[in-house]
């Protein structure tokens, strides 16, 4: 790595750390500076900018794109005009240098143009503010003189990078400029300078904001919060009915935001106003979608009239997405996406943002925070005024915009599916959250353990597990429980029953409280799960699956363990029994049985093991082998084996009710 791409990467982390000065995968960098040809040995001048898709943040030397700029400059020669400047996009690659490196964005030419060694093009609030006020131009002229200039409105392309290139030449006094509906673009002659001169426009942005700005520019609260517990109590119930709806078209995973900002902006007047004018960045828009919806409700309605109106409300908006669909498509025009909502405002309770994953649900709330905070200082030294609902459909249905979502990695076979798995921090259920997350799905591990459950969640990324302590025999934990899922990943689709302990013992030895413990864990405690998950699958309306994970032992009778043996036999008749009742709803209820689970057990390694052991007479550490031995395969059944009996589940649409042995073949558990 050279010094300049060196110093490229510094200063797109540095910008890329602060949501306020760009979003996550918004803006570019780029850095000209001279490199070696492969094929002549001399001298060649390259540009090397931020690839399409990336992220400043967390941006690497592969995810630049490199170009010989001599060539990328040529392409003004040729250059057919503003009606077919996307065609350019194609001929960067013939601007490439060498092999490897990122797709160059349509942004290239913004940096290659403009004469300076280092190019900055960045999404800050304070920068949108001024570039969507309805008087932006003369705003900006306020605040910054010539320094910096304004720039109207353009969609990004190759023309957009011809008219910054001809006002630095023509200016060279200025460091930036704004454009309009858009963000900012700063230059520098080393990378120090460019990223100060960035931060300088956003900083005396902010400050005049600040100076200038009238106080309370959302209007007077109209719909004060609720209460932390309350609220969250009533985003838990929403967020299922919210993302079923939102579901109509395809799947999505969801996100909650209650945050000082959101909850202060869905509390004023004038959020439905400001809400109806959608957002104006196109990195904005194109999460969040042309514009949320917005209940219409205060925050004490009761519940059932929230649900009500909610479906009410999905119904409208698509109806309008629709309409604002056939107004702009032309002839090519891809086809529409999806008429949900990817953003929803419930007064006094929050937002809840959606995706096709956790990342980008979570992304497009972000990306809304920021659109508030652009509404916020735009109406407070102007009107906020963004781009026109034909430009915005414009870039939602850009080619170029459609291209880049084919180029998307495909999706796991899971995605889009949350999963609930309970005794998730150790053993078979870190095994089954290990599995689900693999294959794409999002999990909640949930544990008595909060600390093995917290270890699991941060093994698998913040985007891809949420950690729940829970006591599976207190209902008002597993309430609790299912409502953080709800909360953490928008619903619920599947639950896995895993939790459970073993005290093996003769019958006249086994007390009343060893019959208890296990039957509360796990004849209760998977009761108790099934209920509250089943009531969030039911509000979503989109089926789901309940998988139990039982053992041999529910149909096996195996010497000293009458109160394991007969809670399991509990479990496994309430798989039946919920697969009768739930099978109207979609919702599959399905059971393992596995045997001989002894690597990575909790149970076993908990005493259970040694008992069993003394059981058979053989040592604790060839338990497993001696397992394997009495079995028709001669296989040891690990946890991960588990793991992939509830993903093949998952891809058996057509089964309820069944129960599949995972013991390696005993013929005494055989079903009949």
Known sequence: MNDVVRALLARSHSHGADPSTTNYAGGNTSAKGVDTDPVTGRPVELLWVKGSGGDLG??????????????LRDLVSTYPGVDREDEMVAAFDFCLHGRGGAAPSIDTAMHGLVDAPHVDHLHPDAGIALATAANGEALTKEVFGDRVLWVPWRRPGFQLGLDIAALARENPQAIGVVLGGHGIT????????????????IRRAAEFLAARGRPEPFGPVVHPPLPEALRRERAAALAPVLRGLVSTDQPQVGHFNDSEVVLDFVSRAEHPRLAALGTSCPDHFLRTKVRPMVVDLPPDAPLEAVVGRLRELHAAYREEYRAYYERHTVVDSPPMRGADPAVVLVPGVGMFSYGKDKQTARVAGEFYVNAINVMRGAESVSRYAPISEAEKFRIEYWALEEAKLRRMPKPGAL????????????????????????????????????????????????????????????????????????????????????????????????TARDWDLQHDVMARGSFLVAKHAARAMVAQGMGGDIVYVASKNSVFAGPNNVAYGAAKADQAHQVRLLAAELGEHGIRVNGINPDGVVRGSKIFAGGWGAQRAA??????????????????????????????????????????????????GVPGAFLR
């Open 415 to 510: 995605a889009t599916r949350v999963a609930l798995v309970t005794g998730a921090g150790s053993g078979i259920g870190r095994a089954i959250a290990v599995r689900l997350a693999a294959e794409g799905a999002c999990v909640v591990v949930a544990d008595v353990n909060g600390e093995a459950a917290e270890s699991v969640a941060a093994s698998l990324g913040r985007d891809k597990a949420a950690a729940v302590v829970v006591d599976v025999t207190d209902e008002d934990a597993v309430a609790r429980a299912v409502g953080e899922a709800c909360l953490a990943f928008g619903g619920v689709d599947l639950v896995v029953n895993n939790a459970g302990l073993s005290i093996s013992k003769p019958l006249l030895e086994t």
């Open 615 to 664: 059981v058979y007479g053989v040592a604790e550490e060839d338990l497993g082998t001696f397992y394997a031995q009495r079995t028709l395969l001669k296989q040891e059944v690990l946890p991960e084996h588990v793991a992939g009996a509830v993903v093949a589940l998952m891809s058996l649409r057509h089964t309820t009710g069944a129960h599949v042995p995972v013991d390696g």
């Open 186 to 201: 700063a230059w520098g002659s080393t990378s120090d300078e460019c990223r100060e001169r960035s931060l300088e426009i």
């Open 58 to 71: 967390t941006l690497t030397e592969d995810g630049l794109a490199v170009l010989r700029l001599d060539r």
